[in-house]
């Protein structure tokens, strides 16, 4: 009887010792908890730390995260979501942008086709105390001039300062003409700049819920830039009939870019920082359209900054 005793105890210890808090995945043992402000993923097997800058910035509608390296690259995740706990992936509008400068240039989840290429992007912790976010990420991303391809892996972001933006002080139009008389398109509602010194993107959406974005590879600052630049305007159309028009100056096929001219004229910093200026350029529905094109005049921009980090 003593014996049947024992062995129900010493089974008994050994389950308690193999609680669910105890258990891990073998070689989970053997990892380093990341750091605090730690923003790392393996491009094609090789690990790139973007934790010199990170930020994170949110307001009701969208979601960027972003970090720069050493060496003044930079990466950049967007979802169309308010920040919270879940996955976003790019059949719900998530975005992955790499600038990796020199000749190795600009890369984005946009494929040659227009098409958006696989990612997930998933916020595994929110902590809203201290106000920090961790989370996972993969995917692919592409070079339209030198046709490459990147895959990223073991992509992660470990408690990441966020800003929560209130929305509703912006402003973001312009006059848009097709052929038949200009039209003003108002995308003030929750305009907002984000990024950082090699990345940035001013954005908003109408009533509608139809955006428009502007892209800076080379980050915001007062002055004129161009499509020489590789400014990158994308305005969305979408109606639940027609969810894929899309106008952009940027001819992903043909590698070539419509003319746009984005003039930056005041970038304020502190608590009330805002990003002024003013915007002129030709957009096209090159994928699914009839090669009408669209010119946009009188551009105004006066939005609250969300995160940019300034040189």
């Known amino acids: ?152 892996t073991n992509g992660k972001f470990q408690e990441i300062p966020f800003t929560i933006i209130e929305s509703g002080d912006g402003i973001l139009k312009g006059m848009f003409d097709s052929g038949t008389g200009a039209v003003l398109l108002d995308f003030s509602t929750d305009a907002v700049a984000s990024g950082n010194v090699t990345n940035a993107t001013i954005s908003g959406q109408n009533d509608e819920m139809q955006t428009l974005v502007i892209t800076v590879p080379g980050g915001l600052e007062v002055g004129t830039l161009t499509e020489v630049d590789e400014v990158m305007i994308n305005v969305s159309m979408a109606t639940s009939e027609n969810p894929n028009d899309v106008y952009t100056n940027y001819d992903a096929e043909n590698e070539t870019f419509l003319p746009f001219t984005l003039v930056i004229t005041e970038i304020t910093e502190g608590e009330d920082a805002r990003v002024k200026g003013t915007f002129t350029g030709t957009i096209k529905k090159f994928i699914g359209g009839t090669g009408e094109e669209i010119e946009i005049t009188q551009g105004e921009i006066d939005v609250p900054v969300a995160a940019i980090s300034l040189p």
């Not at 393996?42 to 930020?55: C, I």
């Not at 990466?75 to 600038?99: D, K, M, R």
């Open 1 to 152: 009887m003593n014996k049947y005793c024992l062995l129900i105890l010493a089974l008994f210890g050994f389950l308690n010792s193999c609680s669910d808090s105890e258990l891990t995945t073998p070689g989970d043992e053997f990892q380093i908890p990341l750091e605090s402000g730690t923003f790392i993923a393996d491009l094609n097997g090789v690990t790139y730390d973007f934790s010199e800058t990170a930020t994170v910035n949110s307001n009701e509608l969208a979601t960027n995260i972003s970090g720069v390296n050493e060496e003044g690259q930079s990466i950049n995740l967007f979802f169309p979501a308010a920040l919270e706990e879940g996955n976003y992936t790019q059949a719900n509008g998530a975005v992955v942008s790499l600038v990796m400068g020199g000749e190795e240039g600009i890369f984005s989840n946009l494929g040659a086709n227009g098409q958006l290429l696989p990612s997930v992007i998933r916020i595994t912790d929110l902590n809203m105390v201290d106000m920090v976010v961790s989370g996972v990420f993969s995917g692919e991303v592409y070079n339209a001039v030198a046709e490459e391809t990147l895959e990223i």
